[in-house]
Structures are given as C-alpha cells and as structure tokens.
C-alpha cells in the first residue's frame, strides 16, 4: 500500500533528512541547535537521534566547550556510513579516488599507460579499483556509488564507450555491468570526462555559483562541457559539446583561407605543440612551455594565433547557447591562462551580441576524477539521507 503524503511514516523520514543535511554542511551540532533548525520538540529530537545513531548514519562526536553547566553532547555524522568510487580514465592512464560520506579522500590509486599501449581495460580497471579498497581495507559491497569519466561520446543508458578515439581499448566494454557485478548492485554511472570537470568547476572552481556556463577543453581531445540552469546539457545521444568535431575554416588568421578542417584538427595537443614550436616556444615539454611563456608574457603571437583557433570554436556556441561564462580548461587551457583569454575576449567582441566572462580554469588537473567524485556524492548522499533509518532496518 501506498504511503500517503503527510504520514508520521513520510515526516519522520523528512526530519531525518533534514538532519543529517544539516549536520553534513554545518556539523558537529546540539541535540539544542538541531531542535532550533527544525523545530522538533526535545522527545521527538531525542527519538530521530536514537534513530539514527542506531542506524549508523551519525555519532556522538563529543561535547560543545565554552558553556557553563553540564557540557552539551554534539552529533556528527558518520563518514564510514557510505563510500564512493571516482574514476577518471585518458590516454595516459587511470586516476581513481576513494572517499567517505562527507567527502574526504580516503584512498587513490593511478596506473599511467603509453597513449598507444594496448591492453585488456576490464583487467586494468579492476586493478586499480581494487587496490584502491586493499588502501581504504572497504569491502566492495560498502561502495554506495561509482563514477567513471571518459573521453569521446559516452552511451550512459548502457554504461560504455559509444565512440572514443582516444581510448580503443574500452570502445564496446560494459564497463557499468562489470562493476555492478562486483559490487553488488547498480549504483554506477558512466559519464564523459570534461561534463565531470565541468560539475567539478561549478562545485570548487572559477564557475561556483554560475548557472550557466560553457568549459572549453583542450587537452589530448577538444570538447565542452555545458551547463545550462545549473544542469548539464547532454543532448539527445549524448554527444553535446563534442566542439572537436565541428568545422571551421582550415586557417583562421584571415589569409588565404584554403578549405575547411575539424576544429580536432587545429586544437589536438599535437596541432598546438606544432603551433608552439614554430614561435620558438621553449621548456620540458608543449604544456611547460606554453606555461612559461604565458607567466613571461612571451611570445604575443603565439596567443594570438591559439587564441584564432579558440575563437573559431567557441563563437558559435556562444551565439547559440548565450552562457554567462566560457572556462577555457584542459591542460592547454591552464597553461596558455590570461594571455589567451585576452587575445579570445579581443577576438570576441566584435562576434558576439552578448559577451560572456570568459576565464582560465582554476581546477586541478585531476578535475575529471574529483568531479567523479562530488557527483557520485550527490547521488549516495540523496539515496542514504532520503531513506534514513528506515533503510537502514531501524522501527
């Protein structure tokens, strides 16, 4: 029989969640305080606390110092009620991170790969996921969420690659059956790399707070990651903000235009290593080099001409999408930083109706796999504070 809305059945587990809400953004807190935040009476606090504490969700995590009297208890909640899996997999290899329910890493794991080297991907992956556990001594089963990142146009209904060219290796492997096969359930959603970097930087990055926002990537690909209204914009395949795809003009500096070429073609690493070395861009390597020029200010025409390619890419869907803000991301685009989004701005303004705020990315390189990792947060944290001791078998 349907729970009716309203039932003690349904508030009592509104309450828990508030709760624990609550003691995730603002803990540790009072049996006092939390009766304030939710106008609960002090026996029905009392009760949901017993509840969940018995259910494992949330701990005695001391007393609260610098009152008079009796020393009040406070309640945290507990970070080993939950465990998730991020995982982001490039060309280079897999980086992989384990953390508790409130958020703190608690194991990592990365096996680096030629670009070229072939492999058996279910094998690999499974060996890093399981070093990963022997780290963090969870058993598989204890695992409430995973999320895998990868680049090219990801099939998220069936949980593989539907196209990748950088990644031969797992174009066709069920990589979601496979891992909920270990771990015991479905709890496993497979996602293009640079939407995961993108949900990283609304989460920690230059976007927080931005609703609406395009994050340009150049890296071993080209691609966007799009959200708009705070939701990421996947398309009807799955295959939006594959930018690297699009045509353009084969060159974009105004001379002699002769033909047109995908803009992959122009912004791949290895057209911008071309690029950077015939301005004589010098350091250990393209990313290095492009970086130091950029702290020095060097080499104005390199940017200018990165920022023609950029500009070719991006003016389009700016005119069509209308974002409040462009992250230019990916390891090229931290590394070219201010100049290049000078030169694109300058390039812009005459394009464009309304020109958004167009910054460098202040994310980590290991944004694809962190932002694994808030997402597969979200998704346990909603499952576990929406069930609350209910689920957990508690009357």
């Known amino acids: ?14 309450n828990e969640k508030a709760v624990l809400e609550r003691l995730l953004s603002a803990g540790p807190l009072t049996r006092t305080e939390l009766e304030a935040f939710t106008g609960l009476s002090k026996p029905a606090m009392f009760e949901l ?10 701990y005695r995590d001391g007393e609260k110092a610098g009152t008079s009297g009796p020393k009040a208890g406070l309640w945290s909640i507990e970070p080993t009620s939950s465990f998730v899996v991020g995982i982001d997999v490039t060309r280079h290899g897999i980086n992989a991170a384990l ?62 690659l539907r196209k990748g060219q950088q990644l031969p290796n797992w174009e066709g492997f069920h990589i979601a059956d496979a891992i909920s096969e270990w771990i015991g359930h479905g709890h496993v959603l497979i996602e293009n790399d640079v939407n995961l970097a993108a949900l990283e930087e609304m989460s920690s990055g230059v ?76 350091g250990a390597d393209c990313v290095d080099a492009i970086r130091r020029a950029a702290k020095a200010h060097d080499h104005p025409g390199f940017f200018a001409e990165l920022a023609q390619r950029v500009t070719a890419g991006l003016a389009g869907a700016i005119g069509i999408l209308d974002p409040q803000m462009v992250v230019l991301g990916g390891v090229m685009g931290r590394a070219a930083g201010a100049p290049l989004v000078e030169h694109v701005i300058e390039n812009l303004r005459p394009l464009i109706v309304s020109l958004p705020v167009i910054v460098p990315s202040a994310v980590k390189e290991s944004g694809a796999r962190d932002g694994a990792v808030a997402l597969a947060l979200r998704h346990a944290r909603e499952r576990l504070f929406s069930g609350g001791s209910a689920a957990r078998g508690q009357p």
Request: one cysteine or more.
């Open 99 to 160: 953390a508790d329910l409130t958020g703190k890493t608690i194991a990592t794991a990365y096996r680096a790969c030629e670009p070229d080297e072939r492999y058996d991907a279910h094998d690999r992956l499974f060996n890093v996921v399981e070093e990963l556990t022997q780290q963090a001594a969870v058993q598989p089963g204890a695992i409430d969420q995973f999320v895998v990142g990868l680049p090219g146009i990801v099939d998220i209904e069936h949980g593989n």
């Open 207 to 282: 976007a927080r707070g931005i609703q609406s926002f395009i994050l340009f990537w150049m890296g071993d690909g080209v691609g966007a990651g799009v959200v708009i209204d705070g939701k990421l914009l996947r398309g009807t395949t799955g295959a939006a903000g594959e930018l690297g795809g699009i045509v353009v003009a084969r060159r974009t500096d105004g001379s002699q235009p002769n033909g047109l070429a995908p803009l992959e073609n122009l912004l791949s690493q290895s057209a911008i290593e071309e690029l950077s070395a015939s301005y004589g861009l010098t």
């Open 1 to 14: 029989m349907d729970v009716l809305a309203g039932s003690p059945r349904v508030l009592r587990t509104l």
């Open 49 to 58: 606390l017993r509840r969940l504490e018995a259910a494992g969700l949330i």
